[in-house]
C-alpha cells in the first residue's frame, strides 16, 4: 500500500562530514558523522530512525533541514533538489520542513514569552500579520497542542518538561509545515509524559497531514509511532524496512542485538534469557573501520566484511539492508 | 483528544472568549525595575545629581573660575558649603561644572565602548571561524597597543573637547566587553533556540537581536557598569597629563588629579571630588544590578 504513495523526500548519497581540532599548526581531524544515507521518506508516514548515541541520526535530521550543509550528496523534496538552493529559494521550504527538539529545556529562549515564542514563526513568514492577529493565531496553536491559551503571557521557566515540548511542537506548527523531523521528541520526558506527547504527534499528524522523521533510540516506542525503520550505525543505514518486518524478521546482526537489547517488563522472563550485549564499542567516526563499519563487532563477521563495504541492497521486496552475510 | 488534557487547565474558555492582553517586554521589565530598591534610589540619586550638574549655571553660588586670592584653600564654611581650592575658587561649584563633563564622559564613553565590544564580540562569537579569528587578533592587538601612550599621541593631534576625550577613550575600552561577549556568546549560540529560529529562517541579525543578545545581557550591563567608572578615571588620567579637558574647565578627574599634593593637609579637596566618582560609580552599578534583575524572566 505504501509503494502506492508519494515519495516525499528522497535522500541519496547524503554525507555530512564536520573537521575538529584544526589550528594553526594542526590539522583537523574528519568527523564522518553521516557517512552515505540512500532512503525515500513518503507522504504521510512516519519513518522511525534508530541507533545509538552518537551514531549520526540527529546530524542526519538537521541535515535534511539544511542547518548543516551536507558535504556530498542531494535531498529530494518533492522533487526539488533543496540543497541547491539559495537563502530566499530556501525561505519557502523552510515552511513546509520543520523540527521538534530534543531538550525542551533548551529549545526555548528563556527570554521571550509563550506567546512571542509561538509568534516568531508568523513575524518572519506573515511579516504583515498584526500582532493582535499573530497572538490569536499563538492562542488557537496553543489549543491545538492541547495547552491553555492565556499561556501566552508565561515564560517558558513556568512549564513542564512535557508541555514545554508542547511548546515546541506549537512553534514548529506555526508555519503549517508538511514534513517535521522529530529529533528524540520524548527522550527527555518522563515515560507517562512520552505517550502524552507521542498521542499528541499522532492526532496532529492526522488533522494536518504531517510527514514524520522520528529519530528515537527507544525502540519500543519507535515500533509504535512508525510506519517503517530505518537502523542506522555509524553514519550508515544498516537496514531499513517496514515496521514489522524489521521487529519480527531483522535481517542486519546489529539490528538483530538491538532488538535482542529491549529490556522486558518480566522479571522471571528476565531472569531466564539474559540480555546478551554486544562487545565492544562504537569505532570513532573519526577512524571508522576497514569493511563493513560493524565487521569488528559482529558475531558473524568473514574476511570479506573487513576488507569490503557491503551494499546496501533491496534484500527482499521493501526491505533494504547492507551485510555480506544476509 | 480528552484523554491527554492533563495539563489544559481552564481549557474549556474558548480561544476568542479569553482576553489576554500580551504585556510588552519593556513594561514588564519596567515593573520588575521598579521592585528592586536599591536600584530605584540609585537611579534617582543619579538624576538629581546630574540635574544639579546641568543646572550649575543656575545655581552655583560662584563662577567656576572666580578667582579669590584672599580665600585660598579655604576648609568648608557657611560660605563656601564645600571649601575653596588652591586658587580661592569655590570647590561645590566646581564640582557641579566638573559633573557635567566627568558623567556626560562616563556614560557616553562607557555606552560607546559597550557598543563597539558587543558588536564584534557577537559576530565573532556568532559567526565563528575566520571572521571570529580576524576579530579576536584585532582585539588582542588593540589589547597589546599601550592604551595610556596612544590615547595621550592621539590626543595631543586632535582638539581636547569633551567630544574628542569620548571618542578616544571609547575606541580605546571596547576589548574586554567584546570577549567576554565572545565567551557567552559561543555558549548560548549551542542551545536549541537558536538552532530552531534558523530552521524557521530567521535572518543571523534577528537570531543575534533577539535570541543570543537578550541571553547574555547579563555580561554586557557588568561590562558597562564598569566601563563607566574607568571612562572617568581615564579622563582625570588625560587631565593629569593636561590632555583631558583643558583648564580652567573642572572636571571631577582634573580636581582630583589638582588636589593630590594637597591630600594631607587639605583633605577636602580630595574628598569630595573622590566622593563625587565613587557615588557615581556606585549609583551606575545598583543600576546595573536592578537592570539584570528585571530582564531576567526567571526572577
Known sequence: ?326 | MSEIMTDGQGMALAAEGITVKLRSNAKITWEKFLQHKLAVVASLFLLTLAALCFLAPLIAPFEFDAIDLANIRKPPSAKHLLGTDALGRDLLTRLLYGGRISITIGLTAAMLGTAIGTLIGSMAGYFGGRIDNLLMRLTDLAYSIPTLPLIIVISSYSNTQAVGIVMIIGFFSWMQTSRVVRGAILSVKENEYVTAARALGSKDRLIIVRHVLPNISNSIIVGATLGVGNAIITESSLSFLGLGVSPPTPTWGNMLMDSQATMSSQPWLTIFPGMAILLTVLCVNFIGDGLQDALDPTL
Open chain 1, 1 to 326: 500500500m505504501l509503494d502506492k504513495q508519494a515519495k516525499l523526500l528522497e535522500v541519496r548519497g547524503l554525507k555530512k562530514h564536520f573537521s575538529v581540532g584544526g589550528g594553526l599548526f594542526k590539522k583537523a581531524s574528519l568527523v564522518q558523522a553521516v557517512n552515505g544515507l540512500d532512503f525515500d521518506i513518503y507522504q504521510g508516514e512516519t519513518l522511525g530512525l534508530v541507533g545509538e548515541s552518537g551514531c549520526g541520526k540527529s546530524t542526519a535530521g538537521r541535515t535534511i533541514l539544511q542547518l548543516y550543509k551536507p558535504t556530498a550528496g542531494s535531498i529530494l523534496y518533492d522533487g526539488v533538489d533543496i540543497t541547491a538552493l539559495d537563502r530566499k529559494a530556501m525561505l519557502e521550504y523552510r515552511r513546509k520542513l520543520q523540527i521538534i527538539f530534543q531538550d525542551p529545556y533548551s529549545s526555548l529562549n528563556p527570554r521571550l514569552t509563550v506567546g512571542n515564542i509561538i509568534a516568531e514563526p508568523l513575524m518572519i513568514h506573515h511579516g504583515d500579520m498584526s500582532r493582535q492577529d499573530r497572538l490569536d493565531f499563538a492562542k488557537e496553536l496553543l489549543m491545538k497542542v492541547n495547552l491553555d491559551p492565556s499561556f501566552v503571557n508565561r515564560y517558558p521557566h513556568e512549564f513542564s518538561g512535557g508541555q514545554r515540548q508542547r511548546i515546541g511542537i506549537a512553534r514548529a506548527l506555526a508555519v503549517e509545515p508538511e514534513f517535521i523531523v522529530c529529533d528524540e521528541p520524548i527522550s527527555a520526558l518522563d515515560v507517562s509524559v512520552q505517550a502524552q506527547v507521542v498521542t499528541l504527534m499522532e492526532e496532529l499528524q492526522d488533522t494536518m497531514n504531517l510527514t514524520y522523521l522520528f529519530i528515537a533510540h527507544d525502540l519500543s516506542m519507535v515500533r509504535h509511532i512508525s510506519d517503517r525503520v530505518a537502523v542506522m550505525y555509524l553514519g550508515k543505514i544498516v537496514e531499513l524496512a517496514d515496521r514489522d518486518e524489521i521487529y519480527e524478521k531483522p535481517q542486519h546482526p546489529y539490528t538483530k542485538a538491538l532488538l535482542r537489547a529491549i529490556p522486558v517488563p518480566d522479571p522471571i522472563y528476565a531472569e531466564a534469557n539474559p540480555i546478551q550485549p554486544l562487545e565492544g564499542e562504537v569505532p570513532s567516526p573519526i577512524h571508522p573501520p576497514q569493511g563493513c563499519y560493524f565487521s569488528p563487532r559482529c558475531p558473524l563477521a568473514q574476511p570479506i566484511c573487513h576488507e569490503q563495504s557491503p551494499e546496501y541492497v533491496e534484500k527482499s521486496p521493501r526491505h533494504f539492508c547492507a551485510c555480506h552475510m544476509v
